[in-house]
């Protein structure tokens, strides 16, 4: 079956600017977490979405957000776009809420200038 | 509160060669313990878990044994291939309140030379 897809794979922005990045879980997983991972900091988790709820949050400023529909499809957006912002953005999916084993996505590197 | 602490990399070995990357945690409960790799420009894959202390999860000739007494979850392999190249991720997971999420090390870099 296929795996998590995300889109776009790449993307460049400037500061101020807004993004969304989508994820399209496997078929059949329900939840959907997205971690941020960057050099300095490694994987950090953003939120999780479970049944188009949100079930948790890291600690990301409010810029920071996401929503997931009824086909578990997520997206997340990030407003107000800073440099510090550049990372590669993974989704991962799982059967059921509690972070089960995740499969992941290959990611969306945004790069903002 | 919890996090998980691995070694430094890079680390570079050559084919064949004994393979050890050192993962200990703290948590406030009793954790999942996982190892995930990451091959250049894809997601992260499960390589292996344990759920209890002296559980030995075990996957494409890699190891890690949960010691729970020094909250440890050390990932070996007795012979490493240049395919084995990626970089390993050390995680735990804990519930807490009826709320649970996966808490990453930094990552271990690995190169193998032929």
């Known amino acids: 079956k296929a795996g998590v897809t995300q889109t776009p794979r790449y993307l460049i922005k400037t500061r101020g600017q807004q993004v969304t990045l989508s994820c399209s879980p496997i078929?059949?997983?329900?939840?959907v977490s997205w971690y941020q991972q960057t050099p300095g900091q490694g994987l950090q988790f953003l939120f999780e979405y479970f049944s188009e709820t949100q079930r948790n949050k890291g600690n990301f400023p409010g810029r920071f957000s996401g929503r997931q529909f009824s086909n578990s499809r997520s997206e997340m957006n990030v407003s107000t776009l800073e440099l510090g912002d550049s990372a590669l953005y993974l989704c991962?999916?799982?059967?059921?809420?509690?972070?089960?084993?995740?499969?992941f996505g290959a990611g969306s590197r945004l790069t903002v200038l | 509160g919890n996090s998980v602490t691995q070694m430094e990399g890079p680390v570079t070995l050559s084919e064949e060669a004994f393979l050890t990357i050192n993962c200990t945690y703290t948590a406030t409960g009793y954790p999942s313990l996982f190892w995930y790799v990451q091959y250049p420009g894809e997601g992260l894959q499960l390589l292996l878990k344990a759920t209890k202390a002296d559980d030995k999860g075990s996957n494409k000739g890699f190891e890690a044994t949960y010691r729970k007494e020094t909250t440890s979850f050390h990932l070996e392999k007795g012979s490493v291939q240049v395919s084995d190249s990626a970089v390993y991720f050390c995680a735990l997971r804990l519930t807490q309140g009826g709320s649970e999420k996966l808490v990453f090390g930094k990552g271990t870099k690995l190169t193998v030379n032929p």
């Open positions: 991962a999916s799982s059967l059921g809420f509690g972070a089960n084993v995740l499969t």
């Open positions: 078929s059949g997983h329900r939840s």
